[in-house]
């Protein structure tokens, strides 16, 4: 008999067949992609399909909202049988405030691009943040405008190339610190390769009572893949410096960590669940915004590409309890709730008088 001991590898979790709703995965699915063929949103999708599941989210409700560009068909691609509303280019916060005022009940999902929101929905986008709308915004972030042949996006690094040789010479919009700016209450950087970060934030901003906001740099294989561009997979992986390594325990579950003592931060979010990170080299806690926004731009001073939840604050009251809405959804109200009595209006005209 050989002396030599042989450790067996560790067992791979099993996929869960069902979740707690007793729904099978293909449910949270949707149609066939038709965006090209490698290209990152398709991961986005699939981290997205895979958090829903695993959160036990109902599809019925769920609102899938979009706008114009690749980034916004990918919610055609997820939750076939959920609602859904595509809006016009750079429209789609707006949106999402409405459905949210209409409906607080139901879960606002929102996929949109870096033109989308960087540029031509830039307003829309900030206003939003301001009034802190509950609604996971996921930014799919590739520097280019993929549907009118690659030119350069508001979120393009200066000094990055784009295909045809031509180096960007204007300093970039950060999503992620203007969202902190504006009063967004979770924060979050992503790459769309990284499956095993961005499905734990994906399940943070879908525990999380607000905006919450994940700017997840999704490279374009056609047009901004290549050497120079700063969100192509080569840079993505090589330069990705992530903050923490991240786990996510749901509020149904005992709240329980593996790590010694001293080397984790636990944020809680709404529902009771936990967001754990072990801290690797980044002595960052995204529960300061002050630090929060130092660490952005010592990114961009240091060409960093930080990866990891950026901020989080849970003690600003999300749109519905700003404006004291009742607890039904108003699209339930009956006309006799919503609408005064003549014998009201002809008081309020009264003191017009």
Known sequence: MSDDTHTAPAPKKKALAQNRLNLELKVYKGADSTLCNGCGHDSITGAIIKALFERDVPPHMV????????SS????????????????????AAIAAGVHAANRRLVNVGVSGDGDTASIGLGNFLHMMRRNVPIVYIVENNGCYGLTKGQFSATADKGSAN??????????????????????????????????????????????????????????VTFNNHEGSTKSYPYAKEKEDPLHEIGFVPYYEEIAVDYDPGTTTQVALHDGSRITLKK??????????????????????EQLFLTGL????????????????????????????????DSVLAEVMSRLA
């Open 310 to 341: 950026i901020y989080h604050d849970k003690g600003i009251a999300p749109l519905d309890e700003q404006l004291r809405l009742v607890d039904e959804p108003l699209a339930t109200l009956p006309a006799s709730r919503i609408r005064p009595p």
């Open 73 to 92: 068909k990918t919610t055609a691609y997820f939750l076939g049988r959920s609602h859904g509303f595509n809006s016009v280019h750079g429209r789609m």
């Open 63 to 70: 609102a899938k909202l979009s706008g114009i560009g690749c």
């Open 163 to 220: 295909k045809g040789g031509t180096v960007n010479p204007t300093d970039p919009i950060d999503i992620c610190a203007l969202a902190i700016e504006m009063g967004c209450t979770y924060v979050a950087r992503s790459f769309s390769g990284d499956q095993k970060q961005l499905v734990p934030l994906l399940k943070g901003a879908l525990a999380h009572r607000g905006a919450a906001v994940l700017d997840v740099v999704s490279p374009c």
């Open 280 to 301: 690797l080299g980044h002595e960052h806690d995204p529960r300061e915004r002050s630090g929060a926004m130092r660490l952005l731009e010592r990114a961009v001073k």
